[in-house]
């Protein structure tokens, strides 16, 4: 609208001025000359009357004035308005620019925005501080159970290597007792004392007086060949005499051990 304002003062101007000549025109064209009237009879002076001029448009001029006063304050007022909002534009740079200041309000929700993010930021750290002591709790934890799963493994292996010496060792134990107990036996005449030793009984027959070795020939509880049995006491071989026959023809052929090479030297 302010860009319109010169151009609809220069209309109105010219619209003004127009109607301004076309008055004073009117104005011309209804003035006339008045002749003379007659004087009447009671009056004064030359019998004549002065020739006055009367003039008809007279009453366009308060129209005219109107006109003139109304364009005169349109062309004032728009002047003035126009000065008022150019100075006053000028005047106040808020109502074109606007104004840089924060507020308070302003200033302190920057501060929380500020504030905030940076809480927002630390959370994070901790969180991804958390997230990496978890996984590496967890890391530990699996390592400390693999760690704990060879640990009894080992300890698995070791107890069974364990058991087994053990076994092995009870059953050497009892080996060596059996051994000891067929010797005390042999000493009370079933083997040892002026028999051949229990070793070599052991080695021979493991006292079984009627075993016979089908490849060799031998027999008996001491294997003794035919030719060294000799049909001792009526028996053609050991196995078919009695335990104490031949017991009595081992003590004999042992002699003390004398006769140990019949038997490989005794025991080895």
């Not at 005047?91 to 840089?100: D, E, G, K």
């Not at 300890?155 to 290597?161: G, L, M, P, Y």
């Not at 009370?188 to 052991?202: D, E, Q, T, Y």
């Amino acid at each position: 609208m302010r860009r319109f304002k010169p151009l609809l003062q220069s209309v109105v101007s010219a619209t003004i001025a127009f109607v301004t000549l076309a008055l004073a025109a009117l104005f011309a064209s209804h003035s006339v000359d008045v002749t003379d009237a007659p004087v009447s009879a009671g009056s004064t002076g030359s019998g004549t009357r002065r020739p006055r001029r009367r003039l008809k448009g007279m009453h366009a001029l308060p129209l005219v004035a109107v006109l003139a006063i109304g364009a005169t304050a349109f062309t004032v007022g728009s002047g003035t308005s126009d000065g008022a909002e150019t100075h006053g534009a000028a005047a106040s740079p808020a109502a074109v620019a606007p104004s840089t200041t924060i507020s308070p309000a302003n200033e302190e929700r920057a501060k929380a925005k500020a504030l905030a993010a940076v809480e927002a930021v630390n959370d994070r750290d901790a969180r991804v501080r958390f997230m990496n002591a978890l996984a590496e709790n967890q890391a530990q934890q699996q390592a400390a159970a693999a760690a704990a799963a060879e640990a009894a493994k080992a300890q698995q292996e070791a107890a069974a290597a364990a058991a087994q010496a053990q076994a092995q060792a009870q059953a050497r134990a009892q080996a060596a007792a059996a051994a000891q107990a067929a010797q005390n036996q042999g000493v009370h005449g079933a083997c040892g004392g002026n028999l051949p030793p229990c070793c070599v009984m052991m080695r021979e027959s493991r006292g079984n007086p009627t075993a016979v070795n089908a490849s060799s020939g031998a027999s008996g509880k001491w294997q003794f060949m035919t030719s060294t049995w000799a049909n001792y006491d009526g028996y053609p071989t050991a196995a078919s005499a009695p335990e104490s026959v031949q017991d009595e023809r081992a003590a004999q052929v042992w002699a003390g051990g004398a006769g140990a090479s019949h038997w490989g030297g005794g025991c080895w």
